[in-house]
């Protein structure tokens, strides 16, 4: 694992759009795993800069990691909804290519099943992550058990008050997501994880430096062996033993 800090979140993003070039200039269709959240603004923004200055991903795919159940592609709040905002708005996107899973879908098992069989024939290539303050990844919340595959998953009561705050009513924020499983994340050839800010300082020192236990799911990046971790300094300050690189 390495970790790397960075003054500001807008470097951080830079330094992640560089893995995002490497990986295009190894694969003729690089596969990315996106992420959704506020801590992905700052990427979306430098990897449209980067498409505008040249950086072709006309062949990549992009997957990404969950959604709402109940929020339709058209629902401005809904992973998607993110994505055609950060993303697809500004730089186009073959439909084919781009994928999330549909939280409107009649069949949700079947909706996961489908979404597992396109990871089975698009291993993913870099796998970009978030953290919930509570350690989830994607929506792989805390708990006893985790689940390897893509999955319905009920929202705890910290994920649903923290993403509140996307919603203009607090009442709206689903209480239930499909989300890949930690078997789907791992199996990601490089994964790169992000996280900004002061109030995810405790989380991440926990999830890096801490045991590995399904009550903390991003504690289990500690066992894949390409694991990247881009920090602002607010969000490194309370690790400690671990080498971290500066930028
Ligand atoms: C959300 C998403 C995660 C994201 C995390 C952090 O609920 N499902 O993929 O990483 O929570 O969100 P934020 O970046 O807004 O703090």
């Known amino acids: 694992m390495r970790i790397r800090v960075f003054d500001t979140p807008d470097a951080a993003a830079a330094y992640a759009v560089a893995l995002v070039e490497q990986t295009a200039a190894v694969y003729a269709e690089p596969v990315l795993g996106l992420a959704t959240g506020g801590t992905m603004i700052p990427f979306y923004k430098a990897l449209v800069q980067a498409v505008r200055q040249g950086l072709d991903l006309s062949r990549a795919w992009a997957i990404n990691l969950d959604e709402y159940v109940g929020l339709g592609a058209e629902h401005p709040q809904s992973c998607a909804g993110f994505m055609r905002e950060h993303l697809y708005r500004h730089v186009p996107w073959d439909g084919a290519r781009a994928h999330i899973p549909d939280g409107c879908a009649p069949d949700l098992a ?53 993403n509140a705050r996307f919603f203009r009513d607090p009442g709206e924020v689903p209480r239930r997501a499909i989300t890949m499983g930690v078997g789907g994340i791992l199996r990601a050839e490089r994964v790169v994880l992000l996280a900004f800010g002061e109030q995810k300082a405790e989380v991440v020192a926990r999830a890096l430096t801490g045991p590995i236990t399904t009550r903390l799911p991003a504690s289990l990046l500690q066992l894949h062996r390409d694991v990247t971790v881009l920090l602002d300094t607010a969000a490194a300050q309370k690790i400690r033993g671990k080498t971290v690189e500066n930028g």
Do not use: K, W
């Not at 396109?118 to 792989?140: D, E, K, R």
């Not at 058990?145 to 910290?158: F, G, I, K, Q």
């Open 110 to 162: 079947a909706e996961c099943r489908r979404y597992d069989r396109l990871l089975a024939t698009h291993p993913v290539h870099l796998q970009f992550l978030g953290i919930g303050l509570n350690g989830h990844i994607g929506f792989n919340e805390p708990g006893d058990e985790l689940v390897a595959e893509t999955h319905l998953v009920e929202l705890s009561e910290t994920t649903i008050r923290s």
